[in-house]
């Protein structure tokens, strides 16, 4: 696609209920990042791949929180036991490997609403 | 953990004013990004600075990375209720991966 792409823009969830976002990466980036941001706030870094692996994975707020990718391309961050705390705008971005001046290239986010 | 800071965090002007926000570390980074993000959207670059007190320019937005490379400044010449929104700062790291500061959230009243 010509742009980083999230699914679904909207959610609204029970507490409890597990949730699934899914980010679908500019094509041949091989760089994925999931950010967290709450109504109002900066970015919360939560997890960075580089091609399938995640090398850093601190921002993870809890072990309810995990995240995946495949193939080099679509990633899915999972919230298991969703709690109101978890409502939030996930954003995720892309950006092309091995190069200085990359630019991160964002998705218009999910927004998480646990009700 | 390299952080960002931003100051202020929050700045409301009138049409015509200058203004200049801030975006402060510890720590050296490779090179330093501006987003700017309006709502319901996801952040969009405006800047790359590279080099230690290299000075960028875009329309009325002048970028400068200070000479140590762990601060940088934005200043808006006669700001425009269009350059409303959050002002994020990003930081490079030597593993590429981005740190994003808290934000400045500007409101440019008309």
């Known amino acids: 696609g010509a742009g980083v792409s999230q699914s679904p823009s909207n959610k609204v969830t029970e507490k409890g209920k597990d949730v699934e976002l899914r980010c679908d990466p500019i094509?041949?980036?091989?760089?994925l990042y999931w950010y967290r941001q709450s109504l109002g706030q900066g970015l919360e870094f939560l997890i960075y791949?580089?091609?399938?692996?995640?090398?850093?994975k601190s921002g993870l707020p809890s072990d309810r929180f995990s995240a995946e990718r495949t193939g080099g391309s679509v990633s899915t961050l999972t919230i298991q036991r969703t709690q109101q705390e978890d409502s939030a705008v996930y954003l995720c971005a892309s950006s092309l490997m091995g190069t200085l001046n990359t630019e991160a290239f964002f998705g218009q986010g999910t927004r998480l609403t646990v009700v | 953990t390299q952080l960002l800071e931003q100051s202020p965090q929050f700045l409301s002007i009138q049409e015509g004013e200058n203004l200049t926000v801030y975006c402060n570390s510890s720590?050296?980074?490779?090179?330093l990004q501006w987003y700017r993000q309006e709502p319901g959207e996801g952040p969009v670059l405006l800047v790359t600075v590279v080099t230690g007190g290299e000075v960028k320019k875009l329309k009325r937005l002048t970028f400068q990375f200070g000479d140590a490379r762990k601060d940088s400044s934005l200043h808006i010449t006669a700001a425009q209720p269009g350059d409303t929104g959050l002002y994020l700062c990003?930081?490079?790291?030597?593993?590429?991966?981005?740190?994003f500061g808290p934000g400045t959230r500007l409101s440019v009243l008309p």
């Open positions: 990003a930081g490079e790291d030597d593993g590429q991966n981005f740190v």
């Open positions: 094509s041949g980036h091989t760089a």
């Open positions: 791949f580089q091609g399938n692996s995640a090398p850093d």
């Open positions: 720590s050296v980074f490779s090179s």
